[in-house]
């Protein structure tokens, strides 16, 4: 979470903080060599065969005393940590959230257009496994077999900024089975940001990112085997289009109509996305309250501008994320009081199966959130509700016991979903946040607000993060017994795929209890934040403050661009005694290579300005570097 300012607040107190001058291009190039780790592998299997236990199919060898203490030494640039080497957390299907789709990659598919990746520094870097494919020519495709039955499609791609920083529109050409199916329509609108923290749209401020959105299309007649084309023709008139992926998907016909419900069309809702159906809405709304009834939301396009206030005890239905659409006007977007804001004012409110779309193409951190706010007190839920194009998907304050499951947040400016405010014992499962402008996930409790609970115990289940053009797959920044588990982030090529840090203001909310890290798998993480440098694919930041109570356990930290793990500390709070790490353990992680991108990391690194110990166990670590001579690094003896 990159903003110094509440993103669902305005006149915050909170100063924004000042970035360092980010790399050129030509800096960023680099350090995009590869490593050349041919030695250190070879040495990490032997001494893998070395530490196993009795009776594994390793080899059963003693462990001489003499190489244990030298395995331990607190600095040791080629060395590796290896106790009871009996799990050793390979990346599993059941980690991230449960995707009902099909994606299939680009640079996987049959193609005549370029492969791009994976060691660019630009476009590429911010696909998907770091790969894609550019269509610059008529007649140009890529092209794949679906391995399954499907009725929707997500293309995601990227195309040409216009020389203004207005973006451009353009098409591709969707084909089955070699007969032309439809144009899918294309925008480069809500991409290409320039400059650092909050960014511009002015190509003039130079280092450019968020290249890609996506476009989703349904009413298709996919069988498996089937051969599907996207193809530039002559027609589709941008310069290029890269493509990353494509998702198919088998979607479900719309709901029917709960009963005891009223519909929107009643009080005057076109659903054609041509009127403004905001009032419409909102007395359905009132309507309902009125009768303790639902309100229904028939399949269609609801055009929105303005804030719905969802009170105490409403239930808003819709009949499918892919079916009902609560729609921007993108002729009023730049009136921040004209947004698509759906606000929760209350306890009992359930949400569920429509999406959500704004038109928001800038970040300003002063004007109020768009998508999903405002507070749910207790027992609320939100249930597979699609956002896309909003500021955050959803920013969520003084709730407890919310359950926000089956979500999709993708191509926002920026949180995926962030808990803020006073929540307690909330849950996000199931949910997958895609291209985001900042942290996928985040808890952060902050106190801008007045807290209507005490944070903490909220937990980050089974999701799936990938892509943000800034940040974290998922960030904790304080609270009480707050946990992630069970999740996957992919692509991480701005930030961590987790980040527990002390870097924002949270008033008492520090971090206490026992926060929680486990059964993740975090893959081509650790990439370059222009505020930070390199991040790790998993960092603990100590900041502002210490952290004490961490337990990170059975992960797989695989191809981090930079660092796998590492325990940072600003300089001038370290000295001062802050800056200091108790009570953490590092049990059951792999991590099994590191520098992919960026030259001269570690798997494991500890800078030089930390305090404190971290105790690893039962862990494969492929390289350490202790830099601190006021930290210590644990290793429980061998039996």
Same mark, same amino acid.
């Not at 030298?70 to 080497?85: K, Q, T, Y």
């Given at each position: 979470?990159?903003?110094?300012?509440?993103?669902?607040?305005t006149?915050?107190?909170?100063?924004?903080?000042k970035?360092?001058?980010?790399?050129?291009?030509?800096?960023? #190039?680099?350090?995009?060599?590869?490593?050349?780790?041919?030695?250190?592998?070879?040495?990490?299997?032997?001494?893998?065969?070395?530490?196993?236990?009795?009776? $594994?199919?390793?080899?059963?060898?003693?462990?001489?005393?003499?190489?244990?203490q030298?395995?331990?030494?607190?600095?040791?640039?080629?060395?590796?940590?290896?106790?009871?080497?009996?799990?050793?957390?390979?990346?599993?299907?059941?980690?991230?959230? @449960?995707?009902?789709? +099909?994606?299939?990659?680009?640079?996987?598919?049959?193609?005549?257009?370029?492969?791009?990746g994976?060691?660019? #520094?630009?476009?590429?870097?911010?696909?998907?496994?770091?790969?894609?494919?550019?269509?610059?020519?008529?007649?140009?495709?890529?092209?794949?077999?679906? *391995?399954?039955?499907a009725? #929707?499609?997500?293309?995601?791609?990227?195309?040409?900024?216009?020389?203004?920083?207005?973006?451009l529109? $353009?098409?591709?050409s969707?084909?089955?089975?070699?007969?032309?199916?439809?144009?899918?329509?294309?925008?480069?609108?809500?991409?290409?940001?320039?400059?650092?923290?909050?960014?511009?749209?002015?190509p003039?401020?130079?280092?450019?990112? !968020?290249?890609?959105?996506?476009?989703?299309?349904k009413?298709?007649?996919?069988?498996?085997?089937?051969?599907?084309?996207?193809q530039?023709?002559?027609?589709?008139?941008? @310069?290029?289009?890269?493509?990353?992926?494509?998702?198919?998907?088998?979607?479900?016909?719309?709901?029917?109509?709960? =009963?005891?419900?009223?519909?929107?069309?009643?009080?005057?809702a076109?659903?054609?996305?041509?009127?403004?159906? /905001?009032?419409?809405?909102?007395?359905?709304?009132?309507? &309902?309250?009125?009768? !303790?009834?639902?309100?229904?939301?028939?399949?269609?396009?609801? *055009?929105? &501008?303005?804030?719905v206030?969802?009170?105490?005890?409403?239930?808003?239905?819709?009949?499918?994320?892919?079916?009902t659409?609560?729609?921007?006007?993108?002729? *009023?977007?730049?009136?921040?009081?004209?947004?698509?804001?759906?606000?929760? +004012?209350g306890?009992?409110?359930?949400?569920?199966?429509?999406?959500?779309?704004?038109?928001?193409?800038?970040?300003n951190?002063?004007?109020?959130?768009?998508?999903?706010?405002?507070?749910?007190?207790?027992?609320?839920?939100?249930s597979r509700?699609?956002?896309?194009?909003?500021k955050?998907?959803?920013?969520i304050?003084?709730?407890?016991?919310?359950?926000?499951?089956?979500?999709r947040?993708?191509?926002?400016? &920026?949180?995926?979903?962030?808990?803020?405010?006073?929540?307690?014992?909330?849950?996000v /499962?199931?949910?997958? &946040?895609?291209? +985001?402008?900042?942290?996928?996930?985040?808890?952060?409790?902050a106190?801008?607000?007045?807290?209507?609970?005490?944070?903490?115990?909220?937990?980050?289940?089974?999701?799936?993060?990938?892509?943000?053009?800034?940040?974290?797959?998922?960030?904790?920044?304080?609270?009480?017994?707050?946990?992630?588990?069970?999740?996957?982030?992919?692509?991480?090529t701005?930030g961590?795929?987790v980040?527990?840090? /002390?870097?924002?203001p949270?008033?008492?909310?520090?971090?206490?209890? +026992? /926060?929680?890290?486990?059964?993740?798998?975090?893959?081509?993480?650790?990439?370059?934040?222009?505020?930070?440098?390199?991040?790790?694919?998993?960092?603990?930041?100590l900041?502002? !403050?210490?952290?004490?109570?961490m337990?990170i356990?059975?992960?797989?930290i695989?191809? =981090?661009?930079?660092?796998?793990?590492?325990?940072?500390?600003?300089?001038?709070?370290?000295?001062?005694?802050?800056?200091?790490?108790?009570?953490?353990?590092?049990?059951?992680v792999?991590? =099994?290579?590191?520098?992919?991108?960026?030259?001269?990391?570690?798997?494991?690194?500890?800078?030089?300005? #930390?305090?404190?110990?971290?105790?690893?166990? !039962? $862990?494969e670590?492929?390289?350490?570097?202790?830099?601190?001579?006021?930290?210590?690094?644990?290793?429980?003896?061998?039996?």
């Amino acid at each position: 979470m990159a903003q110094r300012v509440p993103v669902g607040q305005t006149n915050s107190p909170m100063e924004p903080k000042k970035y360092p001058e980010a790399p050129t291009v030509l800096e960023r #190039a680099k350090v995009q060599a590869p490593r050349d780790d041919a030695l250190a592998r070879y040495n990490l299997a032997w001494l893998c065969k070395l530490l196993a236990p009795q009776g $594994s199919k390793r080899a059963s060898l003693p462990v001489p005393k003499r190489m244990l203490q030298s395995v331990v030494s607190p600095i040791r640039p080629l060395a590796v940590v290896m106790a009871i080497a009996t799990s050793l957390c390979p990346a599993r299907a059941d980690r991230g959230a @449960a995707l009902p789709w +099909t994606t299939y990659e680009a640079e996987a598919m049959t193609n005549t257009g370029t492969l791009l990746g994976p060691k660019e #520094a630009l476009i590429a870097a911010e696909s998907s496994g770091r790969n894609g494919v550019q269509l610059g020519a008529a007649g140009q495709y890529v092209e794949f077999i679906a *391995r399954a039955d499907a009725n #929707a499609l997500v293309a995601r791609y990227s195309l040409p900024d216009a020389a203004d920083g207005t973006g451009l529109d $353009s098409t591709i050409s969707l084909y089955q089975n070699g007969t032309f199916i439809r144009k899918l329509p294309l925008t480069s609108k809500y991409c290409w940001l320039y400059g650092v923290y909050p960014f511009s749209k002015s190509p003039g401020a130079g280092l450019p990112r !968020h290249f890609y959105d996506e476009v989703r299309v349904k009413d298709l007649s996919i069988s498996s085997g089937d051969k599907i084309r996207l193809q530039k023709d002559p027609e589709d008139a941008a @310069a290029y289009c890269i493509l990353d992926l494509v998702d198919l998907e088998e979607i479900a016909p719309p709901l029917n109509p709960p =009963s005891n419900a009223l519909s929107i069309a009643a009080y005057g809702a076109g659903g054609a996305g041509r009127s403004d159906d /905001t009032a419409a809405l909102i007395k359905c709304i009132a309507a &309902a309250q009125a009768q !303790h009834k639902t309100v229904w939301m028939p399949p269609g396009i609801y *055009r929105i &501008a303005g804030v719905v206030d969802i009170p105490p005890n409403a239930t808003i239905q819709g009949a499918g994320m892919w079916h009902t659409t609560l729609e921007g006007d993108a002729g *009023r977007y730049s009136d921040a009081s004209k947004r698509v804001r759906i606000v929760g +004012t209350g306890s009992r409110i359930h949400l569920a199966d429509f999406a959500i779309t704004g038109r928001l193409n800038y970040r300003n951190d002063s004007e109020p959130n768009d998508g999903l706010g405002g507070a749910y007190g207790a027992e609320s839920t939100i249930s597979r509700v699609w956002v896309e194009h909003t500021k955050a998907g959803a920013w969520i304050v003084n709730s407890e016991g919310l359950v926000v499951e089956g979500c999709r947040f993708r191509n926002t400016i &920026a949180d995926g979903i962030n808990l803020c405010v006073g929540m307690r014992s909330a849950t996000v /499962t199931n949910c997958a &946040a895609r291209g +985001t402008g900042d942290d996928c996930f985040a808890i952060w409790p902050a106190t801008f607000l007045a807290q209507d609970y005490a944070p903490g115990l909220n937990v980050i289940t089974h999701c799936t993060g990938q892509f943000p053009f800034l940040a974290n797959g998922a960030a904790l920044y304080g609270g009480r017994s707050n946990r992630i588990e069970d999740c996957r982030f992919e692509d991480l090529t701005y930030g961590c795929g987790v980040l527990i840090s /002390t870097t924002f203001p949270v008033g008492n909310n520090e971090f206490n209890g +026992t /926060t929680v890290v486990r059964r993740c798998d975090l893959i081509r993480c650790g990439g370059f934040d222009h505020a930070w440098g390199w991040r790790a694919a998993l960092q603990l930041c100590l900041d502002q !403050h210490s952290l004490s109570g961490m337990d990170i356990n059975n992960l797989n930290i695989t191809h =981090s661009l930079s660092d796998g793990l590492s325990v940072i500390a600003s300089g001038s709070n370290a000295q001062g005694g802050l800056g200091t790490l108790s009570n953490a353990t590092l049990d059951r992680v792999r991590i =099994s290579d590191f520098g992919m991108v960026a030259r001269g990391r570690h798997g494991l690194w500890i800078d030089g300005n #930390a305090r404190g110990t971290l105790t690893v166990s !039962h $862990s494969e670590v492929v390289e350490f570097k202790n830099e601190s001579t006021l930290f210590t690094l644990r290793f429980p003896e061998l039996p």
